[in-house]
């Protein structure tokens, strides 16, 4: 990859907040988070790539203390990346049967949500995946909260909306009675901003979308939204 | 050993002598094998590899 000129770029996002991805795309082509709370960084989801400048730039930041990861398809070369910051990756556990590359690094978590910081909290939602989880970040955005979500819930093409399915590239959707549940623990969950795994923003009001997002999306497949 | 890592989601594998043939996370409905096939990549080096033979999936 390296000798292919990849490299990996960072940005700043909002207050303790940063992104970074691999240009040119790689892969799946997703963007991965970084977060400095007092006393606790942690990347969130990962990328295929870890070069000599990001390694430092993120060194420059305060380094990392954990590595967090949504779901299956973000795992990338996080082992390569823990490895190097000599760090824990957090996955849950129903999805364990999805890391192909095994490590001493990675601690499986169980159960519907793990505090990892008091402003950092891992949720468990399913759908996308058994073990799909996104990052409650609760003292983010000024503190009006930020939730990080990979895509188990993806930011669709209108941001103020946001959609759930089982395969995005194969256009799989969930069962409304699964997306009712996921809005129903989103609920409890404190933000107002949404980042999703492609650097795709629900600015403001967030946490409405969602809802707002998982009624549309439940009233359409059970046939009430249209007659087309 | 390397550590190979699929060129079309990204993920990487345990360390292997041989390059794997097929990606277990891309032969599943929530991704989708390359219409080129599979590919895989050294971390360090560009070392690709295509694999467009019919996998036995």
Known sequence: MIDAGFKNQIQFEEDRLYSFK??????????????????????????????DHSFKEINELGGIDAI???????????????????????????????VMRPSDQIVYWSGESLELQN??????????????????????N?????????????????????SFMYSYP??????????????????????????????????DDAHNSVQKSAKRYMEALNGTLFNT | MNNYICETCGVQYEGSVTTPEYCTICTEARQYV?????????FEKNDRCWFQKSNPI
């Open chain 1, 170 to 203: 194969n256009l799989i959707p969930l069962p409304a009675s699964k997306v009712e549940e996921i809005a129903q623990s989103v609920e409890k969950m404190k933000f107002d901003r949404l980042y999703n795994a492609f650097h795709n923003i629900v600015r």
């Open chain 1, 68 to 98: 967090a990861i949504s779901h299956p398809h973000y795992y990338a070369s996080q082992v390569e990346w823990a490895e190097k910051f000599n760090v824990p990756v957090y996955i849950h556990e129903d999805d364990k049967e999805w």
């Open chain 1, 119 to 140: 402003e950092i909290v891992l949720h468990r939602l399913g759908g996308h995946f058994k073990g799909g989880s996104v990052l409650e970040w609760k003292d983010g």
């Open chain 1, 142 to 162: 000024d503190n009006k909260g930020v939730l990080l979500t990979g895509d188990v819930i993806q930011v669709v093409a209108d941001h103020n909306w946001v």
């Open chain 2, 34 to 42: 390359s219409p080129n096939g599979t590919s895989m990549d050294d």
């Open chain 1, 22 to 51: 691999t240009e040119p795309k790689f892969g799946i082509g997703q963007t991965a988070y970084f977060i400095q709370t007092e006393g606790f960084n942690i990347v969130w989801d990962c990328i295929a790539l870890i070069d």
